[in-house]
């Protein structure tokens, strides 16, 4: 089935862009996903991209799709304080539901 | 729009018990999921519901059992509770036309004394 990976911590600065990275292994995916995750709270979808897609922009976010290297990136720019929380990147893995990551825990430093 | 609600938000078992948890689905989503989040680990698929029946299902034993109701709702049934069973436990909705627009809710906390 999927496997997906992400690095644990990111730290960055208030104001700095945010790079959140993730690769997966099953290249049959048809939408890649990220999703945030506050302190006791569910997940928040905040956005996917189509894997025919090599970027998809959409406000402060930016989702860059390498389908050869299986590497997923999400983009925040301008980080903020509020956009302190646990990202999560996932897979569609066919029969099984979406195949999540570990999730990253975005710090941010004022 | 109410979103995906789920109830209760936390419960509080003792092992070899059952327990139930329900959850009901944005407005207009007629797919159900569930998914199993254990403390500082990413959700698992256990089991997704569309016209009331189960369509695909994850690694998760029978003891994990589901139910979908005509107004799309959706029940998680879990059997003979394990300590390894405390956890979040989330709904995600989605229409079935539209997968790649998985809502999830708050989630239900679970904790298996």
């Known amino acids: 089935g999927e496997d997906v990976e992400q690095s644990l911590f990111l730290s960055v600065r208030e104001g700095d862009s945010s790079v959140i990275n993730c690769t997966y292994t099953?290249?049959?995916?048809?939408?890649l996903y990220w999703y945030k995750q506050e302190p006791g709270a569910g997940l928040q979808l905040l956005t996917y991209?189509?894997?025919?897609?090599d970027m998809k922009q959409d406000q402060r976010l930016t989702v860059l799709l390498n389908k050869k290297d299986k590497h997923l990136s999400l983009r925040i720019a301008d980080t903020q304080t509020g956009d302190s929380a646990i990202y999560f990147c996932?897979?569609?893995?066919?029969?099984?539901?979406?195949?999540f990551g570990k999730g990253t825990h975005l710090i941010i430093q004022p | 729009d109410a979103g995906v609600t789920q109830s209760p938000t936390h419960l509080i078992k003792t092992r070899g018990q059952q327990v139930t948890l329900r959850c009901s689905p944005k407005?207009?989503?007629?797919?159900v999921s569930w998914y199993q989040q254990a403390l500082g680990q990413g959700p698992q698929f256990i089991f997704q519901?569309?016209?009331?029946?189960?369509?695909q299902r994850g690694n998760f034993p029978d003891r994990f059992s589901g139910h979908q109701f005509p107004n799309y709702s959706s029940e998680l049934n879990v059997n003979a509770l394990l300590l390894g069973d405390s956890a979040l436990y989330l709904c995600?909705?989605?229409?079935?036309?539209?997968?790649?627009?998985?809502?999830f809710g708050p989630g239900t906390r679970l904790l298996v004394l």
């Open positions: 996932a897979g569609e893995g066919g029969a099984d539901g979406l195949t």
């Open positions: 099953d290249s049959s995916s048809t939408y």
């Open positions: 991209i189509f894997s025919n897609m």
């Open positions: 407005s207009g989503h007629d797919t």
């Open positions: 519901y569309y016209e009331e029946e189960e369509r």
């Open positions: 995600a909705s989605n229409p079935a036309i539209r997968r790649e627009t998985q809502y």
